[in-house]
């Protein structure tokens, strides 16, 4: 993408979401390594996607919206806790805009709006392993307000068979654990909650398990 001085936007690969692989890809190589001291160019190019994105989602181009956004946000996110140097921020994600949770939100109706079962599992089992510090409320809230009990029990089953072979040292992975759990605590489900605890003890540590235990109420 290339920026005027009156922030217009000009695509510069073919579609949006080969621009975004491509700002991704200069993005790895530090080309925004110190962007507060080059006008916030990276900054200004996020901003203009999400602007290009939220028409393509009141147009409801909603398939082309999810493969962006599942580029974009889990990309942002990382990018975001401090364990890479790829943008010079405090806080990048409230920089592009205040509430993030509203990005997060479409991109959630988008995914259950276009993904069968199996894709909706992988996509937002990878989003949650990008999440590390943080936590939002509408990628829960856009899953129990639209996906039923049987496929709420299918997401749950699926993205737990993702954990199997974890171990404690797959860090990024436990925010799967995290995420599944969350998800039983806002369907008040306290048997598979705590079922839960017990089934990652030694993934997690027990210590850890232990506080979720006596934070839910359990014995």
Known sequence: MKLTKIIKYK???ETLEKDIDKFIE???KG???MDKMYDNEGLKIIKQYFRILNEKFKNNEL???KNCYHKL???LLKASTGSTDLFDYNDLLAKIKDD???????YFICLVKTCNIDELVDKVSEYASSLDIYGFNSDKEVLLNNLNKEQLNQLEEKMISKTIGMTYKDEEKHEIIYFLMDIANERKDKEKYLKMCEKF???LENSEVDYMVEEYGGE
């Open 73 to 75: 946000i889990p990309f």
């Open 201 to 203: 003890r030694g993934v």
């Open 100 to 106: 993030f949770d509203i990005y997060i939100k479409n």
């Open 11 to 13: 695509l510069t690969e």
């Open 63 to 65: 398939e082309e919206c």
């Open 31 to 33: 080309q925004f390594h």
């Open 26 to 28: 200069i993005s790895k």
